[in-house]
C-alpha cells in the first residue's frame, strides 16, 4: 500500500531533482567539487536529520550513548569525539552522512562523463543502504575513496612508478574501514581483486544461468548448514564474528531463512528481468567498447569508453558478483548483509548503457530489455511511497 507524506517525499524527491540537475551541469564539462558541494550539503542535511528510519536507527542511539561496539575502535572513538563536543546521538548522524557523500562524489569523479544518470542512480542505488546500516555504510564511505586511489594506481601503471605513499594511503584507508565494520575487509577483498584481475566482462551466456539457477532453485534447495564452516573461520580470526560462530545453526540454516525478505512472484520476476538484463546490456556494451580498441575492419558500430574502461569492467563484474550471491541467499541475513553493498553498484554499468542508449550497438530488443531498469525505479518509489510508520525528522521527535 502506498503512502504520502508531504515533507519527506518533497524533500527527497528535491535531494533527488539536485542530484539530476548538478549531473546535468558536471556531465557538460563544468567544474566537479564546485557544484558538487550542493550535492554533499544536501545530502548530508537531508541524511542527517531524519529520525528512526532505517532498521538500525535506534539501536545506534545507543550505541552513540552507551559505547556498545567497542571493539570497532574508531568507529568509537569517533563517537567520543562527537560526545565530547557535545554532540547528541540524533546530531551524529550529520557526521555519519558527510563522509559518506563525499566518499561517494570522490569515487565518481573519474565517471563524471556519465553524471547525468550517475548521480540520481547512485542516489537510488544506495539511499535504502545508507539508511538500513548505518555503521556498515560510514565504513563504506573509504571502501569508495579506497577503490578510487586503486583505480588511480592501475591507470597510472606502468606509465608512472606507483609510490609508497600509494600504497601506505590504501593500506589506511582500508584500515580506517575496517576499524568502523568488519564486515569492511570483505567488499575491500573482493574489490580489489576484482578491480586487479577481472579485466573482462562476465560473460552473460554463463552469468544469466547462473543467477536464475541461483534465485529459483538453489535459494530453495541448498543446505545452509555448509556455510558453518566459513562462519567458524570468520570467527576465529575477529571478536564480532565469534557472536556469529557462537550462534553458527541459526545463522546458517533453514530457520536462518527471514521470510519478511520473501516477494510476491510478479516482483521477482521483475527483478530477475532487471538483472538478466543489467547481465547482457552490459557484457554487450563493454565488449564492444573492447573490441573498438582493435583495428579489426569487421567492427563497424563501436562506441569508446575512454581510459576509465578497466574501472567500467571492475564495477559490473563486483555488481553481477553481488546481484548473484544476493538473489542466491535473499533470505539469509548475514550473506544479504555482505553482499548487497556489492550489488548496489549497478548504478555505474545502467548509467553508462543509458547514456549509450540510442547508440547503433543496441537494437530494438536490447532497447525492450532496458524497460528492466524500471524495477530499481520501483524499489525508490517503495523507500518514498511504500511504508508503515511516517517517516520522521529530528524536528518530530519534540
Known amino acids: 500500500m502506498l503512502n504520502f507524506d508531504f515533507t519527506y517525499d518533497f524533500i527527497n524527491l528535491l535531494l533527488l531533482g539536485m542530484m539530476i540537475y548538478v549531473g546535468k551541469l558536471v556531465s557538460k564539462g563544468k567544474s566537479y567539487w564546485k557544484p558538487c558541494a550542493w550535492i554533499i550539503i544536501m545530502f548530508t542535511l537531508v541524511e542527517g536529520a531524519r529520525y528512526g528510519r532505517g532498521v538500525d536507527y535506534l539501536h545506534y542511539i545507543d550505541v552513540y550513548n552507551y559505547d556498545l561496539e567497542k571493539e570497532q575502535v574508531l568507529f568509537t572513538f569517533i563517537n567520543r569525539v562527537l560526545k565530547s563536543l557535545g554532540i547528541s546521538a540524533e546530531q551524529a548522524f550529520f557526521f555519519y552522512a558527510f563522509p559518506f557523500v563525499l566518499g561517494a562524489m570522490y569515487f565518481m569523479k573519474p565517471m563524471r562523463k556519465y553524471a547525468t544518470y550517475l548521480f540520481p ?25 579506497y577503490m578510487g586511489k586503486l583505480n588511480n594506481i592501475i591507470e597510472s601503471f606502468p606509465h608512472k612508478k606507483i609510490k609508497v605513499v600509494q600504497w601506505a594511503e590504501l593500506f589506511l584507508l582500508a584500515v580506517i574501514a575496517y576499524s568502523i565494520h568488519s564486515i569492511a575487509i570483505v567488499g ?10 577481472l579485466w573482462k566482462p562476465f560473460p552473460w551466456v554463463i552469468t544469466v544461468p547462473i543467477l536464475l539457477i541461483g534465485k529459483f532453485y538453489v535459494s530453495q534447495h541448498f ?64 565488449l564492444r567498447s573492447s573490441e573498438s580498441h582493435t583495428d579489426s575492419p569487421r567492427q563497424q558500430v563501436s562506441i ?33 548483509r555482505v553482499s548487497y553493498c556489492w550489488e548496489l553498484f549497478w548504478f555505474v554499468p545502467v548509467a553508462i548503457i543509458l547514456y549509450y542508449r540510442k547508440s547503433k550497438i543496441f537494437n530494438t530488443l536490447d532497447r525492450f530489455l532496458m524497460l528492466g531498469f524500471l524495477y530499481w525505479a520501483w524499489q525508490y518509489i517503495r523507500f518514498l511511497f511504500a511504508w508503515q510508520d511516517v517517516p520522521m525528522f529530528i524536528w518530530d521527535k519534540i
Open 121 to 145: 542512480l547512485f542516489l537510488i542505488s544506495f539511499i535504502e543502504f545508507h539508511e538500513s546500516f548505518i555503521r556498515q555504510a560510514l565504513s563504506f564511505s573509504f571502501i569508495f575513496i
Open 223 to 286: 543446505d545452509f548448514s555448509y556455510l558453518n564452516s566459513l562462519l567458524q573461520f570468520l570467527g576465529s580470526t575477529n571478536e564480532k564474528f565469534s557472536g556469529y560462530t557462537e550462534n553458527a545453526d541459526m545463522w546458517f540454516s533453514q530457520d536462518a531463512i527471514n521470510e519478511a525478505y520473501t516477494r510476491n512472484v510478479v516482483i521477482q520476476f521483475l527483478e530477475a528481468f532487471a538483472c538478466c538484463s543489467l547481465a547482457y546490456l552490459g557484457n554487450k556494451l563493454l
Open 188 to 197: 575491500i577483498l573482493v574489490s580489489t581483486l576484482a578491480m586487479i584481475f
Open 304 to 336: 569508446s569508453l575512454g581510459g576509465h574502461y578497466k574501472l567500467y569492467v571492475a564495477l559490473f563484474n563486483i555488481s553481477i558478483i553481488g546481484l548473484v550471491i544476493l538473489e542466491t541467499f535473499y533470505n539469509l541475513e548475514i550473506v544479504r
